[in-house]
């Protein structure tokens, strides 16, 4: 019998140990992270540290932007896989000494069931919801909008599908072409066989992450003020507001 998760398992291979070449082979990536950092930075400070979880920590990049943007804050870092973890524990360490940071190894969505209603400032997260299946990403954005206070920010920076899926193809195709270059040059195809199997599955009807459906997700949800900006390719930031 084949056992098959509502996430992407594949970052406790090889591409999980290596996580970091995907700044190689897609730049755009700690971009994306970095914007997470700088809206949540951007949110006003208060007198209580800002409660913010993180949704697929992985490695620690954008956890790093999320420090590094705000430093009256502490962060919950969700990730279920170990390999990723594992590193970004190593890598932040200081924070984690300073009472800043915490970890859980639960998958999303049990990790969000476990937490309060209205208890948390803000859920933040990049590259991850978009390896989701489309219904359990519904279900994580419902549980997000539940833990999340009155006036709560949900920030997203991710693969977001154009709703022009000819335009769509032909940036992923550029994409693709990315790893190739960059993969082969450093003989590292054994990656590249990995990111191409991973972006079959990111593409998928049953993952891929539409933008127009994406919204529509979150609205039905019933997040308000959501805005889609900085898109970069198949890439682009998402905020929305819990009324």
């Not at 019998?1 to 509502?6: K, L």
């Not at 490695?59 to 970004?88: F, R, W, Y």
């Not at 859980?104 to 803000?122: I, K, R």
């Not at 790893?179 to 990111?202: A, M, S």
Request: proline content about 3%.
């Amino acid at each position: 019998m084949i056992h098959t998760t509502p996430y992407d398992a594949m970052f406790s291979t090889v591409i999980g140990k290596e996580y970091e070449m995907l700044q190689l082979i897609c730049p755009i990536a700690p971009i994306m992270s970095h914007l997470v950092g700088t809206t949540v930075g951007a949110i006003p400070d208060r007198m209580a540290p800002l409660q913010v979880v993180e949704l697929g920590g992985g490695t620690g990049i954008t956890t790093l932007a999320l420090l590094s943007g705000k430093s009256n804050l502490h962060i919950l870092s969700v990730d279920n896989e170990p390999t990723m973890q594992n590193q970004a524990k190593q890598h932040l360490k200081k924070w984690v000494d300073a009472g800043q940071l915490s970890f859980s190894g639960e998958d999303a969505l049990s990790a969000l069931q476990g937490l309060a209603d209205n208890s948390m400032d803000v859920i933040a997260s990049a590259y991850t919801l978009h390896n989701f299946l489309n219904s359990y990403r519904a279900q994580v954005l419902k549980e997000i909008f539940r833990v999340l206070k009155p006036n709560g920010q949900f920030v997203n920076g991710d693969r977001y599908a154009l709703n022009d899926i000819r335009q769509h193809t032909r940036l992923t195709q550029e994409e693709v072409g990315q790893y190739f270059k960059v993969l082969t040059e450093i003989n590292r195809t054994d990656l590249l066989e990995q990111w191409i199997v991973h972006l079959f599955n990111d593409e998928s009807e049953d993952h891929v992450m539409r933008e127009g459906v994406a919204m529509h997700q979150m609205q039905e949800a019933g997040f308000i003020r959501i805005k889609i900006s900085d898109r970069k390719g198949v890439n682009a930031l998402v905020t929305a507001s819990k009324p």
